[in-house]
């Protein structure tokens, strides 16, 4: 389902040609298959609460920790929290009209804000729901697709259009397809579930993601068999469009609902995993009004950072642009990323003799290309993207930065109080 939110800005990213577009779902692929298989040691390593919090504040030190938390709080969640809720005000706003796409994003943050508060059960319904509604339109818009399809339109070429740089489209297009395969950071939960994840992880990796890669393609292929890129990129909603062609309109309203639907569960999905993350911080109280943040209300949720995130999120939205939001986001997390992509390497020369039950394959290959995986996404977007996103990425680089003097402050504040 992210492919819908972020097919046309992939194919804007190549000027409306489709041969890049497909070959950045391959890389990012690859690129995700690789980096699993590498985080996986370090969280089977270090089996803690908080994900990469825990990681990196054990093998750096608890700065560097606490700066991760710190960007998905105020970054990464919000970011593509308020992303979501804009592409709902979007899909919305063709019917109800485009000047209420803001305003619907904001009830639509507001609305997963109040349902959140009223408990993990809720929240969790909501998820339930929302797969089920993502996987229908997904599999009637594939089938479909290339049986009502033309299939005249160009799928591989050309790999841009005249005059787009190539470096620059290929990381434009891997920081929008790389989201779509984020699931990879749960594979430390995976690992405790087997009885030999030395054998069977990189089995479920590989497998997993090589399944995911192959859906995106082929719902990209028949996205292409209805409607070529280079219209594609000018619409606010290609999955509607390609549905509406397909179906008519009463089928397409229905696909439609479906996908507002989908989006509406990934958008709680964030909302509930970034709440937790500064639950978390705030208990180590390394956060302003710690206590507060820690609280849980009487639905045991920790409701203030429910509304914390919530209201960055709103903050965001005021944007009004999704694809900015989401490679905010998948840029700032990438950053840290490879900071964890190092600690396999930096672990296995400090504690070369810890019992290690699953290793990353081919070492150090693996780790290596993770790495240099990472590298490529912030230089792209430091360096090959333009002007405006090199700010943007430069930002939220200052943004997570400003995290320590928080970080400082706080511990002092509450270490003054005990």
Avoid: H
């Amino acid at each position: 389902m992210y492919s819908i939110c972020y097919f046309n800005a992939i194919y804007q990213a190549t000027g409306g040609a489709p041969g890049m577009g497909m070959l950045a779902w391959i890389a990012g692929g690859f690129a995700s298959i690789v980096a699993a298989l590498t985080f996986a040691e370090v969280a089977v390593l270090i089996p803690r609460t908080g994900g990469m919090v825990a990681y990196l504040g054990e093998v750096y030190n608890e700065k560097v920790g606490f700066l991760a938390g710190w960007m998905q709080i105020v970054i990464f969640y919000p970011a593509f929290l308020a992303g979501y809720g804009v592409k709902i005000g979007t899909e919305l706003g063709e019917y109800l009209g485009m000047q209420y796409t803001l305003p619907i994003a904001m009830i639509v943050i507001i609305t997963l804000v109040a349902l959140n508060t009223l408990g993990s059960k809720t929240a969790g319904g909501i998820q339930v729901v929302s797969t089920i509604c993502k996987l229908i339109p997904l599999l009637l818009l594939m089938i479909f697709g290339f049986i009502f399809g033309s299939g005249n339109n160009p799928v591989f070429t050309p790999v841009v259009a005249e005059g787009k740089n190539v470096a620059a489209a290929f990381g434009s297009t891997l920081l929008a397809v790389l989201f779509a395969f984020e699931g990879w950071t749960n594979v430390g939960a995976i690992a405790g579930e087997m009885k030999n994840p030395g054998r069977d992880l990189p089995r479920a990796i590989v497998g997993g993601v090589s399944i995911i890669m192959a859906v995106y393609l082929i719902i990209n292929i028949a996205y292409l068999w209805v409607i070529p890129a280079d219209q594609l990129m000018n619409l606010e909603s290609p999955a509607s469009a390609v549905a509406m062609k397909i179906f008519g309109p009463t089928g397409g309203l229905l696909i439609k609902i479906g996908i507002i639907i989908s989006v509406l569960g990934a958008a709680n999905g964030f909302l509930m995993s970034g709440s937790r993350v500064a639950y978390l911080l705030a208990s180590q109280n390394t956060l302003p009004v710690s206590r507060r943040l820690s609280s849980l209300n009487k639905n045991q949720v920790p409701a203030n950072s429910i509304i914390l995130v919530g209201f960055l999120a709103c903050l965001y939205s005021l944007s009004g642009r999704f694809d900015m939001l989401t490679d905010l986001a998948v840029f700032s997390c990438w950053i840290f990323y490879t900071l964890t992509f190092a600690c396999v390497m930096k672990l296995r020369r400090a504690k070369p003799d810890l019992p290690r039950k699953y290793k990353v394959p081919l070492y150090p290959v693996v780790p290596i290309l993770a790495i240099i995986s990472g590298l490529y996404v912030i230089v792209s977007q430091l360096f090959l993207s333009g002007s405006f996103t090199r700010m943007l990425s430069i930002g939220s680089i200052v943004i997570t930065l400003l995290g320590l003097p928080v970080y400082i402050l706080s511990k002092k504040y509450y270490a003054a109080r005990t």
